[in-house]
């Protein structure tokens, strides 16, 4: 599947997207290593928020993102019906979980204890995916 081969593309766009607010929240911090306060932390998840949905690529669109605690959930919508949930869990989510781990923008999710969440649905809202990753999958 053609969408497979941009798993990688998408997650490193969707962390590029959020990591530049998140790192100007950490870089405020008055200790290197202080965990963010949430407050500040879910100001900038609002704000991230109002510019979405993009379209990550041609089958993808991500939707929104949240924050519950240290906890940063991702919601996708797949356009491509062909999905079904063991398609979605034998095929993509390896591919996910790798470029997750591959991506050097990742660290500072972990340095800073945040559980990602990704959620994916397809077009018509039917649910495909949920994976969450503690910083020690990371």
Request: hydrophobic share 35%.
């Amino acid at each position: 599947y053609k969408y497979i081969s941009n798993m990688k593309t998408m997650t490193q766009t969707t962390f590029t997207i959020i990591l530049g607010s998140i790192l100007l929240l950490f870089t405020q911090c008055n200790a290197p290593k202080e965990p963010p306060k949430e407050e500040a932390l879910l100001k900038i998840v609002e704000s991230f928020t109002k510019n979405l949905p993009i379209q990550v690529d041609a089958e993808t669109r991500f939707d929104t993102c949240e924050l519950e605690g240290k906890k940063l959930t991702f919601h996708y919508t797949i356009s491509d019906s062909i999905f079904s949930v063991a398609d979605f869990e034998e095929m993509a989510a390896p591919s996910l979980k790798s470029s997750i781990k591959d991506n050097p923008n990742i660290e500072v999710y972990r340095e800073h204890g945040i559980t990602l969440r990704y959620r994916y649905s397809n077009i018509n809202g039917d649910f495909l995916y949920d994976m969450t990753l503690e910083p020690s999958d990371y």
